[in-house]
């Protein structure tokens, strides 16, 4: 059964967490930083709550393994090709630090550079908004599937979309 706290609840339990159990909050601000987020980015996802977040994460992972099973059954490629095939075209997120697992099965795959590793939940808005214009946008869609074709993984490709301010 999942546990279901307000926004409220979830600040006044992480108030009573002491002082020195968590990891220092500086970690997470390099690492948000070398990702390329922005304070836009941190703005936009703070200011969903934590129910909104955790709805985003589930879906975002629900449509992740639903994609694969496209490609595994109506693509006919094998669960390893599908799972290769979707790491090559989408973005994916995560939380951070990863667990071993996902580094585990990224590794399986052939993914052992840490570009190919997932996003920080925090760039998936402005992710899925670049996205957006180039489904509207033919000619760009094409330039950046060029950018997309030399690029490990399309995480490796979207961190360099990021930092040559693309995306």
């Known amino acids: 059964m999942k546990n279901e706290m307000s926004d409220e609840e979830w600040g006044a339990f992480l108030n009573k967490i002491p002082s020195g159990t968590v990891a220092p909050f500086g970690s ?4 948000l930083i070398k990702q390329g987020v922005i304070e836009q ?10 129910l909104e977040q955790e709805k985003i994460k ?11 099973m496209f490609f595994h059954t109506h693509e006919n490629k094998t669960p390893r090709d599908a799972a290769i095939h979707f790491y090559d075209n989408l973005a994916t997120f995560a939380d951070y630090p990863f667990a071993q697992g996902k580094i585990n099965e990224l590794n399986n795959l052939g993914y052992v550079n840490e570009e190919d590793y997932p996003l920080p939940w925090e760039l998936k808005n402005r992710v899925d908004l670049f ?11 094409k330039e950046v599937e060029l950018l997309f074709k030399p690029a490990t993984s399309a ?13």
Not at 132 to 138: A, F, G, R, S, V
Not at 155 to 167: F, H
């Open 131 to 141: 996205g957006e214009t180039l489904m509207n946008d033919p000619i760009k869609s």
């Open 58 to 68: 589930e879906e975002t992972q629900d449509s992740c393994l639903r994609i694969m």
């Open 41 to 50: 980015d941190i703005r936009f996802w703070n200011e969903l709550g934590r």
């Open 155 to 167: 995480n490796a490709a979207t961190r360099k979309l990021i930092r040559d301010g693309i995306i």
């Open 28 to 31: 997470y601000d390099e690492y």
